[in-house]
């Protein structure tokens, strides 16, 4: 059931990629993570016992149509479930509260069993939270589908599919059907959260909650491990464990400095980076800023653009490096949909001889109005 902050003005909702061992729940949530276009993204972690076959992964994200009623946005919370993971205190912690289900059935040969015993474990995994697996968002991804003993779709479909979920055929290893298939479920619970907030009961329901700040990815994974130690203390502490994802490595450039000072170009210091997406040739990088002049922290986005002049350690070794320095990023105004790039404000540049010449007119200033305030009590004596 999504979670509803007044506070924040932001309703949560969970989707929970669940299958077999070896159908590709991790595989999607790594993935789509990959392709997904967002207004934010958090970054990738994965949690779960040290001693499991696997875990889970998990991040959220805000998309780009957020607004599901009013100015209340959706965040979406992603998390894969997969059958190698038996610690029932971490499955009912992924599964509390779900909006949403993936079910990833095995297309190959040899995986009806697992994919059919997947199932029944998700539908009693449900029943025992008080939920049933007909009444959610649901659909059903065959997964492998490239394999060699691959069987039909729909014969797949056949063994696990009785209520008729929509049903999408996806080889996610290489990023095919995955997007689809997120994109299936996730509109699907949008358009069930707006019926709730419209007021149609048959929809269901929201928790609400108050939270002056946005759950940041750490806090919720950290927050999932508590809950998971709690629900199962004979499990040693140490078992338990949670990572950012390390798979990503830099390339042979390494770290490319941009010089990027917003102290002089907005008068404000950044607070945290919300997310970042690439769009078309920009690269959008989403910051919660805070004005040094006192006032309300706001949130910005940078544009980089990714084809604007090619700084000089970066040229081709045939070419000579040009003495042009890249532009520097434009700001967007998040605020406003779809963003529209802004200059960057010009400051007019003072030297050290300016400075003086001020201070000199403004020193001969104060002395010709006190001399003129003396003058005349002299002249009433």
């Given at each position: 059931m999504a979670v509803v902050n007044f506070a924040t003005r932001e309703i949560t909702a969970r989707i929970v990629y669940f299958g077999a061992s070896g159908a590709g729940c991790n595989t999607n949530v790594r993935r789509l993570y990959d392709l997904l276009s967002a207004r934010e993204r958090s970054r990738l972690h994965k949690?779960?016992?040290?001693?499991s076959d696997e875990i889970s992964w998990y991040f959220d994200y805000v998309p780009h149509e957020a607004n599901v009623s009013g100015d209340f946005q959706l965040r979406i919370r992603v998390y894969s479930l997969p059958g190698g993971i038996r610690l029932v205190a971490h499955r009912e912690e992924v599964l509390d509260q779900v909006d949403g289900v993936v079910f990833v059935a095995d297309a190959r040969t040899g995986q009806t069993a697992a994919n059919l015993d997947s199932l029944l474990d998700?539908?009693?995994?449900?029943?025992?939270?008080?939920?049933e697996l007909a009444a959610l968002p649901v659909v059903l991804q065959v997964n492998h589908a490239d394999a060699s003993d691959a069987r039909p779709v729909e014969d797949v479909a056949f063994d696990l599919n009785p209520y008729g979920f929509p049903l999408l055929r996806a080889v996610a290893s290489r990023g095919e059907g995955v997007a689809e298939t997120h994109a299936q479920v996730s509109v699907t619970i949008g358009r069930r959260i707006q019926a709730?907030?419209?007021?149609?009961d048959s929809a269901g329901g929201l928790i609400a909650e108050y939270r002056a700040d946005v759950e940041r990815d750490e806090a919720v994974v950290q927050r999932h491990l508590a809950s998971i130690r709690a629900r199962a203390p004979a499990l040693p502490a140490a078992l338990l464990e949670a990572s950012e994802d390390t798979d990503r490595r830099e390339d042979a450039l390494g770290v490319i400095e941009v010089a990027l000072p917003l102290r002089d170009l907005l008068d404000a210091r950044p607070l945290e980076v919300l997310g970042a997406e690439l769009q078309g040739e920009r690269i959008l990088i989403h910051l919660l800023l805070d004005p040094l002049s006192g006032a309300e922290v706001t949130r910005r986005t940078i544009a980089l653009n990714t084809i604007s002049t090619r700084p000089p350690s970066l040229a081709p070794a045939s070419t000579a490096s040009t003495s042009s320095a890249p532009s520097l990023p434009a700001f967007v105004d998040q605020t406003n949909e779809p963003s529209v790039e802004m200059p960057a404000p010009e400051r007019p540049h003072r030297d050290a001889a300016d400075l003086a010449a001020w201070l000199y007119g403004f020193a001969g200033l104060c002395g010709g109005i006190a001399i003129g305030i003396l003058l005349g009590y002299l002249l009433g004596l």
């Open positions: 949690f779960g016992s040290s001693d998700l539908e009693r995994s449900l029943a025992l939270q008080g939920m709730i907030m419209a007021g149609d």
